[in-house]
């Protein structure tokens, strides 16, 4: 049985995908340029062409990177209740964070959580903040301590 870290946890989050406002900065500035040249020579109809491709490129691009957007918020506030379960269990049983394990990233009802050698199942309560730790003893259990990688 696995069990998560908070740093590993925390580690989950996921940041800015700068790659792709790399790739969208880059096709405005070429939109930008090749609207400048249609501009200057309207005859040629190249420049138009080209124009309208990196603009549906443009378009897609920021389309992907919309729902990549809401599919990491999706992900990011499963990990968020991840985190806040970890710190409310430490909360209640006066340790420090670091000490508290998780057995899922992402926080789910009867998780089951590790403080030094004691195994607790968190069930969660009727309201937002409220749970109840259930002391629990593993048998034979083989248990293994996910942490971060550096």
Not at 10 to 32: F, K, M, T
Not at 61 to 70: A, D, K, N, P, R
Request: no cysteine; proline share 1%.
């Amino acid at each position: 049985m696995k069990f998560y870290s908070y740093e590993y946890v925390l580690s989950q989050l996921s940041s800015a995908n700068w790659v792709l406002a790399g790739i969208i900065l880059l096709i405005l500035v070429a939109v930008a340029f090749v609207a400048f040249q249609y501009y200057h020579e309207k005859r040629d109809s190249k420049y138009r062409e080209l124009f309208m491709i990196l603009l549906n490129g443009l378009l897609v691009t920021v389309l992907i990177g919309v729902s990549q957007l809401q599919s990491n918020q999706a992900s990011d506030s499963q990990y968020q209740t991840s985190l806040h379960l970890i710190e409310m269990v430490s909360s209640d049983l006066h340790v420090d964070k670091t000490k508290v394990y998780i057995n899922a990233s992402v926080a789910t009802d009867r998780v089951i959580v590790k403080v030094g050698d004691q195994f607790y199942r968190v069930i969660s309560g009727s309201e937002p903040d409220t749970h109840l730790l259930e002391k629990m003893d593993l048998h034979e259990a083989a248990v293994e301590l996910v942490e971060v990688e550096k």
